[in-house]
């Protein structure tokens, strides 16, 4: 008996909510409309700062109809990563980690090496490629996600 009643005493006790870091943290969502809608659809957003740590949900390259060259693609999606990093205070030279998800990878690696080195200098971040099956959108060739720490001023 002793033993009901003091497990019926703890759950009357009243249980605290604790704010997790995420409410906590800076979140950056898309100024483009439409990207904006997909991200409320899915529940993400273009990143999140906590503490002095960025991280960028992943961006996806793709070729747009009739372009062949990868390096285009890799291009555009580096383009987009850099203004998110701007837009949390950040640049490329602020990035400590990149994992890349590629459909192909043996193909795409050269492409994607050589874009990246026009935006990522010495010294190098850490980085991790993957091969996967697909990605979403079914465009996408390779999706690309960043971590970063805040610039110290």
């Known amino acids: 008996m002793r033993r009901t009643g003091l497990l019926f005493a703890l759950l009357l006790v009243p ?27 899915w529940g993400y957003a273009d990143a999140v700062i906590t503490g002095d740590t960025i991280y960028l949900s992943g961006v996806v390259a793709g070729l747009r109809p009739g372009e062949t060259d990868l390096q285009v693609a890799y291009d555009r999606a580096f383009q987009h990563i850099g203004k998110i990093l701007a837009r949390a205070g950040a640049s490329w030279d602020d990035v400590i ?57």
Request: hydrophobic share 40%; charged share 25%.
């Open 97 to 153: 980690d990149i994992t890349s998800f590629h459909t192909d990878l043996k193909s795409q690696m050269p492409a994607i090496v050589a874009v990246k080195n026009k935006y990522v200098h010495a010294p190098p971040p850490a980085w991790t490629a993957i091969q996967v099956v697909r990605l979403i959108p079914d465009a996408g060739i390779t999706e690309i996600k960043i971590v970063a720490k805040m610039p110290k001023h």
């Open 15 to 41: 249980t605290v909510a604790h704010a997790g870091a995420r409410q906590d943290a800076k979140i950056l969502l898309s100024e483009n409309p439409q990207e904006r809608k997909f991200q409320d659809d």
